[in-house]
């Protein structure tokens, strides 16, 4: 009996983080696509190294899942909207086949996924529309940190440098 309650328990949070994959996809959609970056919410963005590994995925998803299921309801807080974004272009992600294995394996659609050439997190940042948590790494890639470093608010990493 145990393994069927697993089972089912299973099944609904795959279906729970699906349906939060699909929903933060069209928030990245919406807000990118507001007019001239202004009006409107931003993105509290989870983004993981600039390897784009499975690990990096999956931090960012689950760190942007629970975050989502956990902020307050503030009117700064529901200003921003929690999505996982890959630090990878799209066309980038078939390079990652485990990544992709592992995403089939946890039943997850790749369809939902967002990835950072899907964006302008900048255009973002300086509309004041953007914050980012870091997770699996500790900084920015060189080449963001000038225009993003003050967006980063939040640091969840494992590494010690």
């Known amino acids: 009996m145990a393994a069927a309650s697993s089972s089912a328990s299973s099944s609904a949070t795959t279906s729970g983080l699906n349906s ?28 993981g190294n600039e390897a784009g590994d499975a690990d990096s995925l999956v931090s960012a998803i689950c760190h942007s899942y629970v975050k989502d299921a956990t902020t307050s309801t503030t009117a700064d807080a529901a200003a921003f909207e929690h999505v996982p974004v890959l630090s990878i272009p799209r066309g980038d992600f078939k390079l990652r086949p485990e990544t992709s294995e592992l995403m089939a394996l946890a039943g997850l659609s790749t369809e939902h996924l967002c990835f950072v050439d899907e964006l302008e997190l900048s255009a973002l940042a300086q509309a004041s529309r953007l914050r980012l948590s870091l997770v699996d790494h500790n900084q920015l890639a060189p080449k963001l940190i000038d225009d993003l470093n003050d967006m980063v608010v939040e640091i969840v990493d494992h590494h010690l440098d």
């Open 20 to 47: 939060f994959l699909a929903a933060a996809k069209g928030r990245v959609a919406a807000v990118a696509g507001a007019s001239g970056g202004g009006g409107g919410g931003g993105l509290h963005v989870s983004i």
